[in-house]
């Protein structure tokens, strides 16, 4: 068993610390190391994502040419959603389950270090790859972050090869970071852990790595078949050999759909660990929960087709789409009305991580409506491709998923660094990141409704109110993350460490907060033994 | 670092279990293909019941009490300097009734070429009961320059067919080949030349 | 922390007031003018106000957990944390209501998957950047434009009332009758979308999909494309003019015959008779028109294009080089790109009009005397190029 090992080589470890220099990042297998990377790594690009966001709702200002041209335009809306997606939440997700997990199970590091670093690393250069096609002669990648074929095939830019390797790349990251984790989970909890024990952060993390287990390998078909259409002559996607561009929407979207759960589970983990925390209650209804999230999962493979009911399709697909589609907001309700259970009748306060939890309570809760709307085959003709689901999946994914990683950033970051941030300063931040965030995304319900299609750099007159209300929410909630940067940086390079206990939060549970703070390098190198069950003490 | 944990027998036999998973869905992705097409077959969807002949079950009734209209369209993919015409705008056909129509083809490009007429049935809910038991978009057409030619189809309609059908449509996409050319040179089967 | 719970409490209602104001008119989807898309607004009502009660009892519990229960309120935790009962009623009530949803949809969605007898068929198919329209038994047929100016486009002159939204040849349809569409796409997908007729259906190139709306009120609807189609996505709308039957006849009569082609954005004339020579100021002026209209979008009115997708006019070999390159290019077009076969889409004048302009423009007229390239085509030249 996996206790006893980690027995045997504790005494190898106990107390250097780091290496020192840019090596140290370089050959670290230090998962605590390794998470920071990740962070930091998605700090750098949510910035980037967030530049793109910022020109694309610039250009969207007033009707007419404002600042770019329609289609470097495209380019940013397809980098800011590739970015966004792959660069900013999957690694920030991946960065806490690096740092956390080990902590949370007991366990003195990942099962696969060494298999952890390259995961880290192929991620700068997947994005330096996918960045380079915007300095390249010729458009970038610019036919959003859903490729169709043919666009992206027969009249894509020549940069889509790079595109295509980039998300080759990442692809393989990811697949080695969920391995990684299901490993670690499977056979290095503390003695005493059992399933039914374990944080639900960890629960919602292992679903989150069998769904990219199952679905990162479809991507990687799905871009291999573009480049053999792009370059081999073969005809996946193109009818006139014999293949049809409706098979690329459901090979993309049979990857698609579940990764909007990859991006949301482990979102809907920290939840569970923050609430509880901050309502000094335990979570209720744990099983539920758990069950609801491997609910959510297996429903999530199986209902692609909702994203293509405009593509023409009989009756009958549609109408099975539409019920498996309908039935994932029972599990998902089921969570919500968990959370609110577990705040009633709590002895609640209200720190930035719980402001940001209650933010995304809300605001998911908006998202899940509109999706429901989204799910009725009928009413979704009038909604697909428009303003309608751009503001669903940045209410789902802004709250789901950002919101999440925020606030798990200032839940844990005491933890982490040491350093205890300025209340005051995440609670401008919260504030002014919730307005920014529905004045921007709230408009673009009604902007949906009215008939603006989504993906257009230039508008009819009768668009212009609101989307001037977008464009201001857009750049409140994107200057808003200056605070969040500063907060993280004052915190990581503060001399003023070491002044936090280790329980940090008072209500908080969980072996995480039985370590000092900031953690010491080595952690859990002698697995501590549960007797009482995690979830009960 | 010696942080690093050795690959218990069990972990290597999870590793194991999970790559071999990996590997299982990157196949899946490729298998999505055929499977993809055998279900399109099986509802008619995107024509894929309609590339390909279907044998007559002798038994089959005629089902003079209702007829069906059947549109004829027909599409030049990108720039192809091809005139591709039905003869007949569109029929009324009894289902069960074989029927035989035809396209009017002529190559215009200036010079040889290869072509694939794709077929599309609509409406989708009742496009799998269009079955044909010969048509040029079996195979690919070569065509000289210059060459025209009569392009027989012979269909029938399922009797099956949903009793709300009332009108149906038979589209052909014609396409330049000249990437997907096959290994043969010359194909003009299914036609008859002018 | 009273003063966050206010404001927490504060945000919460806003909340609800800005999805209230969903309801009203104006932000709200069209209730539109055929009895899907009226079908399919009350669907979207329906649904809208379940949410509006769901969202009313989490949130209300919520906001009331929030002020009641604040730690500084001196509230001490329960210890629950588990109820069977609970947990099943909060399952299955919303499988109830989803059921109850789900009911309306299913016959929503038969309606329109109908499949009576349509009174008039026309086929409808995307290009890069235009729709094309077939009236399959009238034998009319014409390709449907963006007709804002790029002057509009790019701010040096003030904005119509139906910028991006207005078209040169609009769909015409009769009132009261069920119109069948056939839905394809020429390069990509495409995606034709016009809220008030509550129609969506997917243009997938080499496939065609079929979809109808039945008008009852006279008027000009407006749509949009709506599937990424590349660089020029949002110039490429869609009107539809709902007519009376008579109206719709006459239109018939007047665009079944010769005169329709003399416009400019129409079928080819092959049949047309040779047109008597042209002036070059006046070859110049229409082809200025032209240009501006059909190849300004991709090649910029400054000729400088938007390289290398959308190469630059001026001083390319092309259009100063030999006229046949230049004349079989725009007749035929380029496979896999944006540059379409134009010989199908404009007549022989206007088509010499374009060249004859390009030829000219942007300093390419001395380029081309200097290298003794022909500069002013006729449309017998477009017309001889064609065979």
Redesign the interface.
């Known amino acids: 068993?996996?206790e006893s090992?980690?027995l045997d080589?504790a005494t190898?470890?106990d107390d250097h610390g780091p290496?020192k220099g840019f090596t140290r990042w370089l050959?670290?297998?230090?998962h605590k190391d390794i998470g920071t990377l990740y962070l930091y790594f998605s700090l750098i690009m949510f910035f980037v994502g967030g530049i793109m966001a910022l020109i694309v709702r610039a250009e969207l200002l007033e009707?007419?040419?404002v600042l770019i041209?329609?289609?470097f335009f495209?380019q940013m809306t397809t980098m800011h959603g590739l970015i966004m997606v792959f660069g900013v939440i999957m690694p920030a997700m991946a960065g806490l389950a690096n740092w956390m997990i080990p902590l949370m199970i007991g366990a003195?590091?990942m099962?696969?270090?060494?298999l952890n670093n390259w995961s880290f690393w192929l991620l700068p250069f997947a994005f330096t790859m996918l960045a380079s096609t915007l300095f390249m002669?010729?458009?970038a990648p610019?036919?959003?972050w859903t490729f169709?074929a043919?666009?992206s095939t027969?009249?894509g830019?020549k940069s889509t090869d790079f595109f295509i390797f980039a998300i080759h790349m990442m692809g393989i990251s990811s697949?080695m970071a969920s391995?990684n984790i299901?490993?670690t989970i499977?056979?290095?909890r503390a003695p005493g852990m059992g399933w039914m024990n374990l944080p639900v952060f960890v629960w919602g993390w292992l679903v989150t790595a069998f769904l990219l287990?199952?679905?990162?390998?479809?991507l990687?078909?799905?871009v291999t078949?573009m480049l053999m259409d792009r370059h081999f002559?073969t005809?996946?996607f193109?009818?006139?050999?014999?293949g049809?561009?409706?098979?690329f929407q459901?090979?993309f979207w049979?990857f698609g759909h579940p990764e909007v759960y990859i991006l949301i589970l482990p979102g809907f983990g920290v939840i569970s660990e923050i609430i509880p925390t901050f309502?000094?209650?335990?979570?209720?209804?744990?099983?539920?929960m758990v069950v609801a999230t491997v609910i959510i999962a297996l429903l999530g493979l199986v209902v692609w087709g909702h994203h293509?009911f405009?593509?023409?399709?009989?009756?009958?697909?549609?109408?099975y789409f539409?019920?498996a589609t309908?039935?994932i907001?029972?599990p998902t309700?089921?969570k919500?009305?968990?959370w609110?259970?577990?705040?009633?009748?709590?002895?609640?306060?209200?720190e930035t991580p719980m402001?940001f939890a209650?933010g995304f309570?809300?605001m998911f809760?908006?998202g899940g409506?509109s999706g429901?709307?989204l799910g009725?085959?009928?009413?979704d003709?009038?909604y697909?491709?428009?303003y309608f689901v751009v503001a669903h999946f940045h209410y789902v994914l802004v709250s789901g998923s950002l919101f999440t990683i925020i606030a798990a950033v200032y839940y844990w970051l005491p933890k982490w660094s040491g350093h205890m941030y300025s209340e005051k300063l995440g609670?401008i931040h919260f504030?002014l990141t919730?307005i920014g965030m529905?004045l921007t995304f709230?408009p673009m319900?009604?902007l949906g409704?009215?008939?603006m299609?989504?993906?257009?750099?230039?508008?009819?007159?009768q668009f212009t109110d609101?989307n001037q209300y977008c464009t201001v929410g857009a750049f409140i909630f994107g200057f808003a993350q200056l605070i969040f940067l500063y907060i993280i940086l004052k915190s990581c390079f503060s001399k003023d460490k070491g002044h936090v206990s280790a329980q940090v939060w008072e209500?908080a549970k969980g072996l995480e907060w039985t370590l000092p703070s900031p953690v010491p390098y080595?952690t859990f190198a002698t697995p501590p033994v549960i007797t009482t069950g995690h979830?009960e003490y | 670092?010696?942080?690093?944990?050795?690959?218990?027998k069990?972990?290597k036999r999870?590793?194991t279990i999970?790559?071999c998973?990996?590997?299982f869905?990157?196949g899946?992705?490729?298998m999505?293909?055929p499977l993809?097409n055998i279900v399109?077959k099986q509802?008619?969807?995107?024509g894929?019941s309609a590339?390909s002949a279907t044998l007559v079950n002798p038994n089959m009734q005629v089902d003079t009490s209702r007829t069906i209209k059947v549109d004829f369209s027909t599409t030049m993919?990108g720039n192809l300097n091809f005139k591709f015409i039905p003869l007949q705008r569109h029929i009324e056909v009894h289902p069960g009734e074989r029927k035989l129509i035809y396209f009017y083809a002529e190559n215009k490009t200036g010079k040889d070429i290869t072509v694939?007429a794709?077929p599309s049935i609509?409406p989708?809910?009742a496009?799998r009961f269009l079955k044909k038991t010969e048509c040029f978009c079996f195979t690919q057409q070569y065509f000289f320059k210059g060459e025209k030619a009569d392009m027989p189809v012979y269909f029938f309609i399922d009797p099956a067919v949903p009793k709300e059908t009332k009108e149906m449509t038979l589209s052909y996409?014609l396409?330049?080949?000249t990437?997907?050319i096959k290994k043969q040179k010359h194909f003009t089967k299914g036609r008859i030349d002018l | 922390?009273h003063n966050?719970?206010s404001?927490?409490t504060i945000?919460?209602s806003t909340?609800f007031i800005?999805?209230a104001?969903?309801a009203t008119p104006?932000?709200?989807?069209?209730y539109g003018v055929t009895p899907?898309?009226n079908?399919?607004y009350n669907?979207?009502m329906a649904?809208?106000y379940v949410?509006c009660v769901?969202?009313a009892g989490?949130?209300g519990?919520?906001i009331y957990?929030?002020i009641k229960?604040?730690?500084?309120n001196g509230?001490?935790?329960?210890?629950?944390?588990?109820?069977i009962g609970?947990?099943m009623t909060?399952?299955i009530i919303?499988?109830l209501i989803?059921i109850a949803?789900?009911i309306p949809?299913?016959i929503?969605?038969?309606h329109?998957?109908n499949t009576d007898e349509s009174g008039l068929t026309i086929k409808v198919t995307g290009y890069?950047w235009k729709w094309k329209y077939e009236y399959l038994d009238q034998g009319i047929s014409f390709f449907s434009n963006l007709s804002t100016p790029q002057d509009?486009?790019?701010?040096l002159a003030p904005?119509n009332?139906?910028?991006?939204?207005e078209v040169d040849n609009p769909v015409v349809v009769p009132v009261d009758t069920k119109v069948k569409l056939l839905v394809t796409a020429d390069?990509?997908?495409h995606?034709w979308?016009v809220?008030e007729l509550?129609?969506?259906?997917?243009a997938?190139?080499?496939?065609i999909?079929?979809n109808w709306f039945l008008a009852n009120k006279i008027g000009t609807y407006r749509?949009?494309?709506?599937?990424?189609?590349?660089?020029?996505?949002?110039?490429m709308p869609i009107v539809v003019e709902v007519v009376s039957k008579a109206d719709f006849e006459k239109w018939v009569k007047s665009h079944g015959s010769a005169t329709f082609a003399s416009s400019s954005l129409t079928a080819p004339t092959t049949n047309a008779k040779p047109a008597a020579l042209m002036t070059e100021a006046d070859l110049m002026k229409l082809g200025k028109e032209q240009y501006e209209k059909t190849c300004a979008m991709c090649h910029q009115v400054t000729g400088l294009g938007?390289?290398?997708?959308f190469p630059a006019l001026k001083g390319s070999s092309v259009v100063t080089g030999p006229l046949s390159a230049e004349d079989s290019l725009v007749i035929h077009g380029k496979k896999?790109?944006?540059m379409q076969a134009f010989g199908d889409q404009l007549d022989d004048k206007t088509l010499a009009a374009v060249i004859t302009y390009t030829r000219h423009a942007w300093g390419n007229e001395e380029l081309n005397k200097k290298n003794k390239y022909p500069t002013t085509i006729q449309p017998q030249d477009i017309a001889k190029a064609r065979k």
């Not at chain 1, 009725?376 to 009413?379: I, S």
């Not at chain 3, 997938?204 to 496939?207: A, D, E, H, N, Q």
């Not at chain 3, 938007?306 to 997708?309: E, G, N, Q, S, V």
Request: net charge neutral.
């Open positions: 068993m996996s090992i980690v080589h190898d470890h290496a050959f670290t297998t230090n009707p007419g040419k041209n329609p289609e495209n003195p590091d099962a696969l270090p060494r002669s010729g458009p610019d036919f959003g169709y043919p666009l027969t009249y830019p697949i391995l299901v490993v499977f056979n290095m287990l199952a679905v990162m390998p479809v990687a078909g799905c078949m002559h005809s996946f193109d009818a006139a050999g014999g049809d561009p409706s098979l459901h090979v049979f309502s000094r209650k335990s979570l209720f209804g744990y099983r539920f293509m405009t593509t023409g399709a009989p009756l009958e697909a549609q109408l539409m019920y309908m039935l907001a029972v309700g089921i919500i009305f968990n609110v259970a577990t705040i009633f009748k709590g002895s609640i306060s209200f402001l209650l309570l809300v809760t908006l409506f429901l709307m009725l085959v009928p009413a003709y009038q697909r491709d428009s609670q504030w919730v529905n709230m319900h009604f409704l009215a008939g299609p989504r993906r257009i750099p230039d508008y009819a007159l609101f209500g080595h979830r | 670092m010696n942080t690093k944990i050795p690959a218990t069990n972990n999870l590793i999970l790559v998973g990996v590997i869905m990157f899946f992705c490729y999505l293909v993809y399109c509802i008619g969807f995107n894929k590339n993919h694939q794709i609509t989708n809910d496009a996409t396409f330049d080949e990437e997907f | 922390m966050y719970i404001r927490l945000f919460i909340f800005a999805v104001a969903q104006g932000i709200n989807m069209p899907i898309s079908d399919i669907l979207h649904c809208f949410c769901i969202g989490v949130f519990v919520l957990s929030l229960y604040r730690k500084s509230a001490k935790a329960a210890l629950f944390h588990e109820h609970v947990e909060w399952t919303p499988t989803l949803l789900a949809a299913t929503v969605l038969k329109i998957h890069q509009q486009i790019n701010n904005k009332e139906w910028y991006l939204l390069d990509v997908i995606d979308w809220p509550g129609v969506k259906q997917d997938i190139p080499g496939f999909n079929e749509g949009q494309c709506g599937e990424l189609c590349g660089v020029n996505h949002a110039f938007l390289p290398p997708t896999g790109t944006a």
